[in-house]
């Protein structure tokens, strides 16, 4: 089992659509968690960390839940823009982060 | 300000070459990370630097992989004897806090490299 599991996708979605995407992680002491975004053929970039209340950032709202030790990514009102692989990211204390193989969107007009 | 730099861009090389790719970090950083990603895959872990500690060598596939940082800064990667398996995009990343992995990591543009 890899340490961090993402649905590959990719997701289709029209604009304006609201899309979630869930990450699944191994290790429960497991310390932190980020949702990196990356583009084609470009490096990838922080987009949030995830709190464990839940955080929220304009459209894009993330959660934790460590009893289940999933994340989720939440994005409303999709833009054209948001076409991008979404990378769910773990830290496991030193380090150590891991990287998931990450989630495709396409955000279609 | 400038970002983390990575040279070349891209790489083409013959199977059983060596290779060195260069890595740039952010002025300032003290954290230095080494990923390789393959075609539609995640980020691979290669190697750790933070400051003058013993780098952490743990995600190197094998032997023929090695890395350098130094003076604290500008890091190395060299690739001995390349085989096929061996190409993909090599990412550094460079973070600023002594913490690892806790902190936002600021990634190179990537070097794409093509063993044939």
């Known amino acids: 089992r890899k340490e961090v599991e993402q649905d590959p996708g990719p997701f289709n979605v029209p604009e304006g659509a609201t899309v979630a995407f869930n990450c699944t992680y191994s290790?429960?002491?497991?310390?932190?968690f980020f949702w990196y975004r990356q583009d084609c053929r470009k490096e990838p970039k922080l987009l949030m960390s995830?709190?464990?209340s839940g955080n929220e950032d304009g459209r894009f709202t993330a959660q934790l839940n460590r009893a289940s030790q999933y994340i989720s990514l939440l994005i409303r009102d999709s833009k054209l823009s948001d076409s991008a692989t979404y990378l769910c990211?773990?830290?496991?204390?030193?380090?150590?982060?891991?990287f998931g193989a990450g989630t495709r969107l396409f955000v279609k007009a | 300000g400038a970002g983390v730099s990575q040279s070349p861009s891209n790489k083409v090389t013959e199977k059983g070459k060596d290779v060195e790719l260069r890595c740039d970090p952010i002025?300032?950083?003290?954290?230095l990370y080494w990923y390789r990603q393959s075609l539609g895959q995640g980020l691979e872990f290669l190697i750790y630097?933070?400051?003058?500690?013993?780098?952490?060598k743990s995600g190197l596939p094998s032997d023929r992989f090695s890395a350098e940082r130094t003076g604290g800064s500008v890091s190395t990667l060299t690739i001995q004897r390349t085989q096929q398996e061996d190409s993909a995009v090599y990412l550094c990343?460079?973070?600023?806090?002594?913490?690892?992995?806790?902190?936002?990591?600021?990634f190179g543009p990537g070097t794409r490299l093509t063993v044939l």
């Open positions: 002025s300032g950083h003290t954290a």
């Open positions: 630097f933070q400051g003058n500690s013993a780098p952490d």
């Open positions: 990343a460079s973070s600023p806090r002594p913490s690892g992995g806790n902190n936002e990591q600021f």
């Open positions: 995830v709190y464990s």
């Open positions: 990211v773990v830290y496991t204390g030193g380090f150590k982060t891991i």
């Open positions: 290790n429960s002491a497991s310390q932190s």
